[in-house]
C-alpha cells in the first residue's frame, strides 16, 4: 500500500493549484443555501475536466450535483459542501470542504481500477440550516454507497465527530397594531410575545442537561417604535445529543413560545425550516484508519480543551452516517482562538493554512478510502 499511497499524494499534488484556485474561486463568490448556482457548477466543472462523468440537477435538486469516475465493486462517495453563510461568507468554510473531497476523489480515481472502486462525488447543498443532504436521502440518493467521507475546516484538527441533533425553526406571533400612545388598550404586542418566550427559555435552561443548546434570533421585531408590532418573526434552533433527546426538549422550548401567546393574546406558529439533522454515527475502523493517515502526514490530532469544541457543531452529515458508514474529520487552520462561524474564520480559509489543509485533508481522506479498499479486497 505504500506505493499506491505515494501515487495517490502524488496525484493531488498534481491538481494542487487547481484545488487552490477552486477554493479561493468559491471564497470570493459566496452562495447561501440553495443558491449555490455558480458554486456547485465550478466544484462539478473541476472534476468533469478530471474525467468525472457528472449529472447535474441530480435527484431533482438544482444544485445539487453527482460525479462518478470508475468501475469497481465498491463504492466511496466523497461529499463536497458549498453553502456560505448570510452576511459572514464562507467563515464555516465549506469551499475548503470541496476542495478537499474533489482533491482526495481525482487522486483515488487515478487508483480506482487496481483498488477495485468506483469513486464518486455529490455535490450537497444547503448544509447550513437547510438540510440538503436529508433531501438528497429523501430521494435515494446514496442508495448502494458502501462509504461516504468528507473533512470539514476548524481552529485545529479533530478526528472524530460528535455533533448535536438539531432541529430549525420559523417561529412567527401574530397580534394587533395599535397606536402605541393613543390606542395601546386596542393592540396586541407581537414583540412583547417574543420576550415573553425568551424569559421563558432562559428560566428553561437551569433545568435542561448539558447535552442541550436553545439559541435563535428575531428576525423582525416591528417596524416603528409608536406602533404596537403586530407581527413578529424569529429562528431557533434547539440542539441535543441524540433524536429522543431532541424530541423531548422540543417539546419544552414549544411550550415557552405557547407561554408568550397565552400571556400576550398573540396567535403562535412555529414551522420546520428543514428536517431534524441526526446525530451521527462513526464507523470505528475507519475512523483509526484516518487517525493514522492524518498522522503521518503530520496533524496533529487535539482530543480535549476549548479549541476542539468544533466538533460539537451539527451537520446533515449525520443523517447520512445512519444510513451510509461514514467518517467526518475536522482539518485544522490553527487558528485558535478564532472559530468557525466568525468573519475572521473566513479570513483563514483562504491562504497558507488553508492550502496544506487542502493538500493534507485531500490526502488522508484519499489514503483511508484506499486503506478500505485494501481491507475489502483481502
Known amino acids: ?21 477552486l ?25 468533469g475536466r478530471n474525467g468525472f462523468e457528472i449529472t447535474r440537477n441530480f435527484v431533482g435538486l438544482p444544485t445539487a450535483f453527482h460525479a462518478r469516475l470508475g468501475s469497481g465493486s465498491r463504492r466511496i462517495g466523497f461529499m463536497a459542501e458549498y453553502d456560505a453563510l448570510p452576511g459572514i461568507g464562507h467563515a464555516c468554510g465549506h469551499n475548503l470542504i470541496s476542495a478537499m473531497s474533489a482533491g ?16 464518486e462525488v455529490f455535490g450537497t447543498p444547503a448544509e447550513e440550516g437547510g438540510g440538503g443532504k436529508i433531501e438528497m436521502l429523501d430521494r435515494g440518493a446514496f442508495e448502494g454507497l458502501d462509504f461516504a467521507m468528507m473533512a470539514h475546516p476548524a481552529p485545529v484538527d479533530v478526528a472524530r465527530a460528535a455533533p ?30 417574543f420576550t415573553v418566550a425568551q424569559v421563558a427559555i432562559g428560566l428553561l435552561r437551569q433545568q435542561l442537561p448539558p447535552s442541550v443548546r436553545v439559541h435563535g434570533i428575531v428576525t423582525s421585531g416591528g417596524e416603528a417604535p409608536n406602533a404596537i408590532p403586530q407581527t413578529t418573526r424569529g429562528r431557533w434552533y434547539v440542539r441535543a445529543k441524540d433524536m429522543a433527546e431532541l424530541a423531548e426538549t422540543e417539546e419544552k422550548v414549544r411550550r415557552c413560545f ?15 425550516e428543514s428536517q431534524p439533522y441526526s446525530d451521527f454515527r462513526t ?22 480543551g476549548a479549541e476542539m469544541q468544533m466538533s460539537r457543531a451539527s451537520t446533515d452529515m ?11 474529520p475536522y482539518v485544522g487552520l ?5 472559530l468557525n462561524h466568525q468573519k475572521e474564520f473566513a479570513d483563514h480559509c483562504v491562504g497558507e493554512a488553508a492550502e496544506r489543509a487542502i493538500t493534507d485533508g485531500a490526502t488522508a481522506l484519499a489514503w483511508t478510502a484506499a486503506d478500505l479498499a485494501q481491507r475489502w479486497m483481502n
Not at 505504500?2 to 484556485?21: F, H, N, T
Not at 479561493?24 to 472534476?47: I, N, Q
Not at 449525520?318 to 467518517?327: L, Q, R, T, Y
Open 334 to 338: 490553527d487558528c485558535f482562538p478564532v
Open 104 to 119: 482526495a476523489a481525482i487522486a483515488l480515481a487515478r487508483r480506482a481500477g487496481e483498488l477495485d472502486l468506483t469513486v
Open 283 to 304: 464507523h470505528e475502523a475507519a475512523l483509526e484508519l484516518y487517525e493514522r493517515n492524518a498522522v503521518r502526514l503530520g496533524r496533529r490530532l487535539v482530543t480535549e
Open 318 to 328: 449525520g443523517n447520512v452516517s445512519h444510513v451510509v458508514p461514514a467518517i467526518h
Open 164 to 193: 448535536f441533533a438539531v432541529s430549525h425553526s420559523a417561529v412567527r406571533y401574530t397580534g394587533k397594531a395599535a397606536h402605541a400612545a393613543a390606542y395601546p388598550t386596542h393592540g396586541r404586542n407581537a414583540a412583547d410575545a
Open 23 to 47: 477554493s479561493e474561486d468559491l471564497h470570493r463568490h459566496p452562495e447561501t443555501a440553495w443558491e449555490e448556482v455558480e458554486s456547485a457548477g465550478k466544484v462539478a466543472e473541476v472534476l
Open 1 to 21: 500500500m505504500s506505493d499506491v499511497k505515494s501515487r495517490i499524494q502524488d496525484g493531488v499534488e498534481a491538481v494542487r493549484d487547481e484545488l487552490i484556485a
Open 258 to 272: 405557547e407561554a408568550g401567546a397565552l400571556a400576550t393574546g398573540c396567535e403562535l406558529e412555529i414551522e420546520p
